[in-house]
């Protein structure tokens, strides 16, 4: 059997597993008996788990805590909202649109691991919602609107399907004349590298030209091992680039040292640093919240002026009426008809002229 098989058929998702790999606090044996969510993560990502440090930043992100009962500032029916899908455009609930020219496209809402902090916990972690994912029903949509360009296949994780499911996906995503590219945002070479086989390969591999993009999520520099590098690698062979879409997310990564080491990490091995979000007010998960400003200035005080330019994510939030970048402002301090005065990350100010139109 193909190792990431395994992986799913030995998932640690009850307390007897779980054990194997930490010693569980009362804390977190509490929460997994009483919040009655779905939980659970691979055998590999788990053994990255420190097994002592309840703090430790895997941990945090896949251990269920009873914070998550409290729900002080995550809105109410937060994915409706979110996602738009109470608006006039009759929509499947497998398209979720926030623009012209692109959408989300749900397969799945199956995951390999199951973040707190996903965004989408209506859906994937309480199941307190659910949505009918009908591929054809989505291809369909999207073959009858032209202006979409760019169609994001997410979940859930949508590796976590079948080899032959995802052929068939791209197989018929690349059939609809309109399209430009296609995105796979997927967890899985983070937290289940060796689905990455030779046999997806070469589904994802044949020239075409319609590209193939990939986004990640990845949180913290414990999370990126050898395996990682090979996956990613892999990828890239088949022309695949590999982008980050990472969480700003309270005591995992929102000091300097975490966030630089996250960025420098991810260049390593082959993945450029993409977005890095705000975490998203949905319900449930208002201990991963910082301040929004918080990202803005990680990116002033530890990335822009001190580590490779290639390292550098756009700081965004993601909201109903599409992405909002916050990047720090304090770069232009002045501006007369003559010159604009500018500042750097360490605060020096220099001017350059002002052009008249
Ligand atoms: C994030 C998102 C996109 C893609 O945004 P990009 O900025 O192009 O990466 C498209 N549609 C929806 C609904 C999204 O949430």
Same mark, same amino acid.
Request: hydrophobic share 35%.
């Given at each position: 059997?193909?190792?990431?098989?395994?992986q799913?058929?030995?998932?640690?998702?009850?307390?007897?597993?779980?054990?194997?790999?930490?010693?569980? $606090?009362?804390?977190?044996?509490q929460? &997994?008996?009483e919040?009655?969510?779905?939980?659970?993560?691979?055998?590999?990502?788990?053994?990255?788990?420190?097994?002592?440090?309840?703090?430790?930043?895997?941990?945090?992100?896949?251990i269920?805590?009873?914070?998550? *009962?409290?729900?002080?500032?995550?809105?109410?029916?937060?994915? &409706?909202?979110?996602?738009?899908?109470?608006?006039?455009?009759?929509?499947?609930?497998?398209?979720?649109?926030?623009?012209? %020219?692109?959408?989300?496209?749900?397969?799945?809402?199956?995951c390999?691991?199951?973040?707190?902090?996903?965004?989408?916990?209506?859906?994937?972690? %309480?199941?307190?919602?659910?949505?009918?994912?009908?591929?054809?029903?989505?291809?369909?949509?999207?073959?009858?609107h032209?202006? =979409?360009? %760019?169609?994001?296949?997410?979940?859930?994780?949508?590796?976590?399907?079948?080899d032959?499911?995802i052929?068939y996906?791209v197989?018929?995503?690349r059939?609809?004349?309109h399209?430009?590219?296609?995105?796979?945002?997927?967890r899985?070479p983070?937290?289940?590298?060796?689905? !990455?086989?030779?046999?997806?390969?070469? !589904?994802?591999?044949?020239?075409?030209?319609?590209? &193939?993009?990939?986004?990640v999520?990845?949180?913290?520099?414990?999370?990126?091992?050898?395996?990682?590098?090979?996956?990613?690698?892999?990828?890239?062979?088949?022309? !695949?680039?590999?982008?980050?879409?990472?969480?700003?997310?309270?005591?995992?990564?929102?000091d300097?040292?975490?966030?630089?080491?996250?960025h420098?990490?991810?260049?390593?091995?082959?993945?450029?640093?993409?977005?890095?979000?705000?975490?998203?007010?949905?319900?449930?998960?208002?201990?991963?919240r910082?301040?929004?400003?918080?990202?803005?200035?990680?990116?002033?005080?530890?990335?822009?002026? $001190?580590?490779?330019?290639?390292?550098?994510?756009?700081?965004?939030?993601?909201?109903?009426?599409?992405?909002?970048?916050?990047?720090? %402002?304090?770069? =232009?301090?002045?501006?007369?008809? $003559? /010159?604009?005065?500018?500042?750097?990350?360490?605060? /020096?100010? $220099? *001017? &350059?002229?002002?052009?008249?139109?």
């Amino acid at each position: 059997m193909e190792q990431w098989k395994d992986q799913l058929n030995n998932f640690v998702n009850t307390l007897d597993r779980l054990k194997k790999y930490i010693n569980v $606090t009362s804390e977190e044996e509490q929460a &997994i008996n009483e919040l009655g969510t779905v939980w659970g993560l691979t055998p590999y990502f788990a053994s990255l788990m420190d097994r002592d440090d309840p703090n430790c930043p895997i941990r945090k992100q896949m251990i269920p805590s009873m914070k998550e *009962t409290e729900n002080k500032y995550g809105i109410e029916n937060y994915l &409706i909202w979110k996602e738009n899908r109470a608006t006039e455009e009759k929509r499947p609930d497998s398209i979720a649109r926030q623009y012209h %020219d692109r959408v989300a496209f749900t397969v799945t809402e199956k995951c390999c691991t199951y973040c707190r902090h996903c965004f989408r916990r209506e859906l994937v972690v %309480d199941r307190s919602i659910s949505l009918r994912f009908d591929v054809n029903e989505g291809l369909e949509w999207i073959k009858q609107h032209p202006e =979409i360009r %760019d169609v994001l296949v997410t979940g859930g994780d949508p590796f976590i399907l079948p080899d032959d499911q995802i052929e068939y996906l791209v197989r018929k995503l690349r059939e609809i004349k309109h399209l430009e590219m296609i995105r796979f945002h997927t967890r899985a070479p983070i937290n289940m590298p060796m689905r !990455i086989t030779p046999a997806l390969m070469k !589904i994802l591999r044949p020239y075409h030209k319609i590209p &193939i993009f990939i986004n990640v999520q990845c949180n913290h520099a414990n999370e990126i091992t050898e395996q990682t590098a090979k996956a990613v690698y892999d990828l890239l062979t088949c022309g !695949i680039c590999v982008g980050n879409q990472g969480v700003l997310l309270k005591g995992i990564n929102d000091d300097k040292k975490s966030f630089q080491e996250l960025h420098l990490k991810l260049l390593s091995v082959r993945i450029r640093p993409y977005y890095i979000f705000y975490c998203e007010p949905a319900p449930g998960v208002d201990h991963f919240r910082t301040p929004v400003e918080k990202g803005a200035e990680l990116i002033r005080d530890c990335i822009r002026g $001190t580590v490779s330019g290639l390292a550098q994510p756009m700081y965004v939030i993601a909201t109903n009426i599409g992405k909002i970048p916050l990047m720090p %402002d304090y770069y =232009i301090i002045g501006k007369s008809e $003559t /010159e604009y005065k500018l500042r750097n990350y360490k605060g /020096e100010l $220099t *001017t &350059i002229p002002n052009i008249p139109e």
